[in-house]
Structures are given as structure tokens and as C-alpha cells.
């Protein structure tokens, strides 16, 4: 275990390894084990964002700043950091958990991630923990418009089909994965006139729902803006998300029909992992 490069990751060396390991260590693998840290981070991380917030966005009100704050330290959101810092690979779980898929869990890797937080504050002060919470979140709020925040991808998706006089969106299980204490649902999102039809995948139906909205409502922006009002009767040909979020539009018309479902649009195969 590298402990190194999650430093590098992270932006900040531990002075004190041993607070480093016992953030990474769960419930799961010894009496050690990094929930009073996470509870410590999770405090600081809420503080820190909201600084963030009320210097950034002067124009917004009390309600509209909590509505951000609550969707930026989420559970979905700490687990997207998460996975950009490859978190999995070096958390310390218990034989149980390791045999479940404990080192996949959103939760899990949420919870490090603030343990994390909490052991930068002990090891330093709250401003280096300040430094590292900035360093992931400055580059989202760049990135993304204040006003649709606090919305979850399948309302921004509802909202825009809305905008378009477009059909709401059709989700469907398409599989299941792992045991069933720690499975992973594979959903299907379908906007059948713009022929989209995308893949998502989630701890849970909601969270699968949630990945296959956002990745939906990114084909269909793009497909709105490439295409020409008067040209817009043909169906776009589906996208496919291959596990990792990658959306391609396959071609710029499709005449045939819908593909049964289950099957991506255009070549007939269920996009497995």
C-alpha cells in the first residue's frame, strides 16, 4: 500500500502516520478504527464549504447556500472525490468487508474521505484541512452553473426534456451484480424520441437512476445542439455508458426503430461490464 501517493493525491504529507492509517482504517478491521475522525471531518467539511459558498456566490440567499452545501458534501458527491483519488486501494478493511465489496461501497469511501479531513485537522490545523477541501471542490464549482446545484440529475433531466416538450425519460433494472448485501444496479434510461438510450450504475436503484439521468441529459444536450431544429425528426442513435460514465453518440441519424429493451441502440448487445 502506497501511502505516499494518496499523500501526492491529497495535496498534504502526514507529519503523524499513524493518523493517516487509522483514517483509513474501518470498523471492520480493528478496535482503531477512524468513525470519530470521520464525525470530526465531516464538521470541518461543512464549515469549509459553506465559506466557500457565501464568498463565492454574494447574489445567493440563506436557503439556496444550504440547498448547495447539502448536495456538495452528500454522500454521492464525497464518493465522486473519492473515486478521482482511488481511495479504494488503500482503505483497511476487515476480511468480511474486503469478501463484500466493502472497498466499493459509497459509503465507506464517503466516510474515509471525511475521516481523512478530520485527521489532516489534528495533524496540522483546520486551515490545511481548509487547503485540501478547496483543492477538491474549487475546480466543480467551476465548472458547473450555481442554479442547477442543488438538483439531482434526474430533475435537471426531467426539467430539460420538459423545456423541449420532450417525453419524461423510462428507466429499467437491467442486471444485478454482487451478493446481496453489496449489489450494484445496472439501469437503463431511455428518451425514445431522441433515441437515447444510456447505462448507469449504482449501490443502489436510486444511485444507478441517478448515473444514467446525468449521462443522459449530457447526450441530450449535445444531440439538441448538433442538430437543427427542422432536421430533429430522425432519432439520434443511443449512446452507451461502458461502466465508467463514457458516453459516445454512435452516428447522427438513426431511422430504425427503438431497439428492444435491453439492448443498445445500434448494435443489439446489452452493455456489460
Known amino acids: 500500500m502506497n501511502l505516499q501517493l494518496l499523500q501526492t493525491r491529497l495535496g498534504y504529507t502526514f507529519q503523524d502516520a499513524g493518523l493517516l492509517q487509522q483514517a483509513l482504517t474501518h470498523r471492520s478491521h480493528s478496535s482503531l478504527h477512524n468513525e470519530r475522525l470521520e464525525f470530526l471531518g465531516d464538521s470541518i467539511l461543512n464549515c469549509v464549504v459553506a465559506s466557500i459558498l457565501y464568498e463565492r456566490y454574494s447574489g445567493i440567499d440563506e436557503g439556496d447556500l444550504s440547498r448547495l452545501r ?14 478521482k483519488l482511488e481511495l479504494s486501494q488503500f482503505l483497511r478493511l476487515g476480511e468480511g468487508e474486503l469478501k463484500s465489496g466493502g472497498f466499493r461501497r459509497p459509503s465507506i469511501l464517503a466516510d474515509t474521505l471525511e475521516a481523512l479531513l478530520g485527521a489532516i485537522f489534528l495533524d496540522t490545523s483546520f486551515d490545511a484541512a481548509a487547503k485540501v477541501i478547496r483543492a477538491f471542490y474549487i475546480p466543480i464549482l467551476d465548472s458547473v452553473d450555481p442554479q442547477t446545484l442543488g438538483k439531482d440529475a434526474k430533475t435537471l433531466l426531467q426539467e430539460f426534456l420538459q423545456s423541449k416538450k420532450i417525453s419524461l425519460p423510462l428507466y429499467n433494472v437491467v442486471a444485478t451484480h454482487g451478493a446481496a448485501h453489496s449489489q450494484e444496479f445496472e439501469i437503463e434510461c431511455l ?14 436503484r436510486r444511485a444507478g437512476e441517478q448515473a444514467a439521468a446525468k449521462l443522459a441529459l449530457e447526450v441530450a444536450e449535445q444531440a439538441l445542439q448538433k442538430t437543427p431544429a427542422a432536421a430533429r425528426k430522425p432519432r439520434q442513435r443511443g449512446a452507451q455508458l461502458k461502466l465508467a460514465g463514457i458516453a459516445t453518440i454512435q452516428g447522427e441519424t438513426d431511422p430504425e426503430p427503438a431497439a428492444p429493451k435491453g439492448k443498445a441502440a445500434g448494435d443489439g448487445k446489452v452493455a456489460k461490464s
Not at 447539502?70 to 473515486?83: D, F, G, H, P, R
Not at 428518451?191 to 443502489?204: D, F
Open 70 to 83: 447539502a448536495n456538495l458534501v452528500k454522500q454521492q458527491s464525497l464518493y465522486e472525490i473519492a473515486q
Open 191 to 204: 428518451v425514445p424520441k431522441l433515441g437515447i438510450q444510456v447505462y448507469g450504475r449504482g449501490g443502489s
